[in-house]
């Protein structure tokens, strides 16, 4: 039997023995994950335990790093919004947008207001999905199955809308550089319709269900808090920062597609506990429909792309009938676009937070160097601050709301 | 009550029917139930996941296929249901998850990730789960629909149901195994 | 009043002098060069100047540029947000290959810990005083750092890939 104990540098055992308790009874080691059901997704806490409560811990996180910026030097502008639906794929079309917008930052394109009133509805429209999940998920956590039985038939609805747009349900690889690959069809605007109806009050039932309800209260106020100046150094972006107080918003601090067109409030919460984040993703899907409805009312007449043939994949049956799509085609497809030599921030307000691509072009095809700033990985880093001292189904409410998703972690 | 006509009955195994008894052989029989009680282990990593919450939420229901117990245990688990990348990092987990569950087992590769390593052709990705454990049904689509999901387990119940159960002590099983290097 | 990229740069400038240099305002975002044994300073000084109040650490990422001069092989780019002012800047710091090491900064941002590790991972750029640098998404046992351009993307143990159906060979793949 002595081959399957770890060898003795990564036993735990010495661990154990050099921390005892003030009355010398044993701490004792439990690995949460990579595959505990419990932790949506796969990373691995070591936790050193007394009894129920956590004393420390300690995250692995890598489990499904599929080198994203690695491939991302390797393909085509125009190839890597597959990968960042992969990043959160809970909200792809964010990312997909969030893309686009930084390649267009880098080469000058200005897009109409139609296609930028879209891409908030599709982005709000991801928003919502998004929070959906984390907020039925936490209900699931803390003993509710039934709600999220129930809101995610609506998710299955943002599916229908995105597959009217794309043709994809969940990495939806949607748009162009410049715009859309095709206008919406009149089907997208009567299920965006028909989800507007339906939505508000269901989502109003399931709140209904949690808010104030007693044992979610339990178990959710004062678990896993975090101080706003302590979420702020560590990085927080999204609702889980605005959970703590501070109301950072990119939609509001660096407006981009048009959102300072929209009346809408940044919800906060006050303890950043995982009550807070709950109730601030509650109102966020609130203000989230409040956009899409002002966008649908507003929306410019205009074109679905920006006029620029040389960076936008002209439609297939001009490329066979008409010479300059053939050559545009070309040219896009071969990689002789002219690129400017530059460098491209642009941050855009994912599911999770701030998602930022950092581009650095070299004029070739390929991106030189593309940084994904994955809020995520980021925020991940705090976990163990804050399960210190809470008990182990605490800890796992907490990592339930903070929303973590393992492909936007590990990229 | 509720209306009975709506619940399918699975299909009796070809045999003989008489007056107060029904005779078919025993594998038929053991292939009849194994295949109407696949109890799932949801190793989800990634982007299938999702996909899978939604086969398992109201609107598509693996429940249906008699997957309604989600198995977290892999001791207590038939189908292992392996949904998104596999990185390195990962594979001897998988393996371990695998070898801990109890035989019989079966192995459905769900998305191009698990199938192959999809678009994820790099230094970090695992080039298909099939390099570290038998795998009986692959399901493409990157990532499939729910559909597919409940195709790749209705493919599944086919090659159950038609499984001898001598199969899991024969030599080519053996075999299989030790290919894999797993005991 | 919004703060001006001149005002940042006068104000670097002055209080740093050589240690920075090579002021571009590139897009939306100021952008200048610190050396690299600089950063820790300069950083605690944009970060607790009261005028300057760069208090949010959005980034850090690194850079391998094989092509420029040996001393400036690799770039640690830092970028630093005003929350109050709403400003963003970017500071890139140059480091030598055969010794690429600079200033850990998490004693400033405790969010650095991570992307300095994974930064670490990636280019094997070590960052003096982190609190436990060792590699974070690939495995412990890697011995090479990915990010690397001369790295290739793919894995070179494959055996299921004939690199004549791809129209490929060793050199443009």
């Not at chain 1, 994203?68 to 393909?75: C, G, S």
């Not at chain 1, 509805?121 to 709600?147: K, Q």
């Not at chain 1, 071969?334 to 998602?355: D, K, Q, S």
């Not at chain 3, 300057?52 to 540029?65: A, K, P, Q, S, W």
Request: hydrophobic share 40%.
């Amino acid at each position: 039997m002595s081959e399957l104990l770890l060898p003795p540098e990564q036993r735990y055992a010495s661990v154990i023995n050099q921390r005892r308790n003030e009355d010398g009874s044993e701490l004792s080691i439990l690995n949460l994950g990579p595959t505990h059901p419990a932790t949506h997704g796969i990373f691995q806490n070591i936790l050193l335990m007394d009894g129920e409560r956590i004393l420390d811990g300690e995250s692995t996180v890598g489990y499904i790093h599929r080198a994203f910026e690695k491939i991302a030097e390797n393909r085509p502008f125009y190839q890597i919004t597959v990968l960042t639906d992969r990043l959160n794929y809970c909200s792809a079309p964010i990312n997909n947008m969030g893309w686009w917008m930084t390649i267009e930052k880098a080469l000058g394109i200005e897009v109409p207001k139609r296609v930028q009133y879209m891409r908030v509805i599709v982005m709000e429209l991801a928003r919502i999905a998004d929070h959906i999940i984390c907020n039925s998920v936490l209900g699931v956590d803390t003993g509710a199955l039934t709600g999220f039985l129930y809101v995610f038939q609506f998710r299955e609805k943002i599916y229908e809308i995105y597959e009217e747009i794309c043709g994809a349900r969940l990495t939806t690889n949607m748009g162009r550089i410049g715009g859309f690959e095709r206008d919406w069809s009149p089907a997208v605007w009567s299920k965006i319709d028909a989800f507007l109806e339906e939505f508000p009050a269901a989502w109003q039932e399931f709140e209904n269900l949690l808010v104030r309800n007693r044992i979610f209260m339990d178990r959710t106020i004062n678990v896993g808090p975090i101080s706003a100046e302590k979420a702020m150094s560590y990085g927080f972006t999204g609702p889980n920062l605005r959970a703590a107080g501070i109301d950072y918003d990119i939609r509001v601090a660096q407006p981009y597609s048009s959102y300072e067109d929209f009346e809408f409030d940044i919800p906060v919460g006050k303890s950043g506990d995982t009550y807070d984040r709950f109730c601030v993703r509650n109102a966020e899907i609130w203000e989230s429909l409040k956009i899409i409805k002002q966008a649908l009312a507003k929306m410019p007449e205009g074109n679905f792309h920006a006029d620029v043939p040389e960076y936008y994949l002209p439609p297939k049956e001009d490329v066979y009938t008409t010479m300059e799509s053939l050559i545009y085609h070309f040219k896009i497809v071969m990689g002789e676009i002219p690129v400017p030599l530059t460098e491209v921030y642009h941050p855009v307000e994912g599911g999770n937070g701030e998602l930022g691509f950092y581009l650095i072009t070299d004029g070739s095809r390929t991106p030189y160097r593309l940084h994904f700033r994955r809020p995520c990985f980021i925020y991940y880093q705090a976990f163990n601050d804050m399960v210190r001292g809470q008990n182990l189904s605490d800890a796992i409410a907490t990592l339930s709301s903070l929303n973590v998703i393992a492909g936007e972690l590990d990229a | 009550m509720s209306d009975t006509s709506k619940y399918t009955m699975a299909e009796a195994p070809a045999g003989y029917a008489g007056e107060g008894f029904f005779a078919t052989k025993l594998s038929d029989v053991v292939g009849l139930a194994r295949a109407n009680s696949l109890w799932p282990l949801p190793f989800a990593t990634s982007c299938c996941g999702i996909e899978f919450m939604a086969t398992m939420a109201s609107h598509y229901d693996v429940a249906r296929f008699g997957s309604e117990r989600m198995s977290f245990s892999p001791r207590q688990a038939d189908m292992l249901l392996v949904m998104g990348t596999i990185a390195k990092k990962m594979a001897p987990i998988l393996r371990q998850v695998y070898e801990q569950m109890a035989e019989p087992k079966w192995v459905i590769a769900v998305g191009a990730c698990a199938s192959s390593g999809g678009v994820f052709d790099t230094y970090s990705v695992l080039q298909g789960i099939d390099k570290v454990i038998p795998v009986d049904v692959y399901v493409p689509g990157c990532p499939p629909r729910p559909e597919q999901i409940l195709d790749g387990v209705m493919r599944l119940q086919d090659i159950v149901k038609s499984e001898s159960v001598r199969r899991r002590s024969s030599d080519e099983y053996k075999d299989l195994l030790g290919s894999y290097n797993i005991k | 009043m919004a703060l001006e990229s001149a005002v940042i740069q006068q104000k670097v400038i002055d209080q740093f002098g050589l240690k920075v240099a090579d002021f571009v305002q590139l897009h939306d975002i100021l952008t200048f060069e610190v050396a690299p044994d600089a950063i820790l300073e300069v950083m605690k000084y944009l970060k607790e100047d009261e005028i300057l109040r760069f208090n949010f650490l959005t980034d850090v990422c690194g850079v391998h540029y094989p092509e420029y001069a040996e001393e400036r092989q690799f770039a640690v780019v830092y970028h630093l947000h005003n929350w109050v002012d709403n400003v963003r800047i970017r500071i890139k710091s140059f480091l030598p290959a055969s010794n690429p090491e600079i200033d850990s900064v998490v004693p400033l941002f405790l969010g650095a810990n991570w992307m300095e590790r994974e930064t670490y991972d990636f280019f094997g750029i070590i960052f003096k005083g982190h609190p436990q640098l060792k590699r974070i998404l690939n495995m412990d046992e890697m011995t090479v750092f990915p990010m690397r351009r001369e790295f290739p993307l793919e894995d070179g143990g494959r055996t299921d890939k004939d690199d004549r159906f791809f129209g490929r060979t060793q050199q443009n793949c």
